[in-house]
């Protein structure tokens, strides 16, 4: 059973940085692409972040890219996504997940990843 752990989130003022992780057991993630999404009070869940397996190639929605980067340790079974600069609008509750096909490359629909974690809740206010 495969099972993805975000961590890593928590309250921050305008202009801080978070680091989120995601741990996965149950199946090593060396061969999949990995995504973050993230879901505010009241809206659509929304890509993201992601990255290709092997690392190659990232790909971020606009409203994070410059600010938030995403890295993968395979040796750990990890993902990490890093955010800089955040905004009031950057909060979300933020959720890591797993591609659904083996050295597949299409980063942005939710159908196209079949494991997903619990969520990390990540709060950016004055």
């Known amino acids: 059973q495969v099972q993805l752990v975000e961590s890593g989130g928590g309250s921050v003022q305008p202009g801080a940085s978070l680091k989120l992780s995601c741990i996965v057991s149950?199946?090593?993630?060396?061969?999949?692409?990995m995504g973050w999404f993230r879901q505010a009070p009241a809206k659509e869940r929304e890509f993201v972040a992601a990255?290709?397996?092997?690392?190659?190639?990232?790909d971020y929605d606009d409203s994070v890219k410059g600010r938030f980067t995403i890295s993968r340790d395979d040796a750990k079974n990890m993902v990490t996504l890093e955010m800089n600069s955040l905004k009031p609008e950057d909060t979300a509750i933020y959720y890591c997940?797993?591609?659904?096909?083996?050295?597949?490359?299409?980063?942005?629909?939710?159908?196209?990843?079949?494991?997903w974690g619990q969520g990390t809740q990540v709060t950016v206010s004055a």
């Open positions: 990255i290709s397996w092997g690392g190659r190639r990232t």
């Open positions: 149950g199946r090593t993630i060396g061969d999949y692409a």
């Open positions: 997940a797993e591609h659904k096909r083996p050295t597949w490359w299409s980063a942005r629909s939710e159908d196209e990843y079949s494991e």
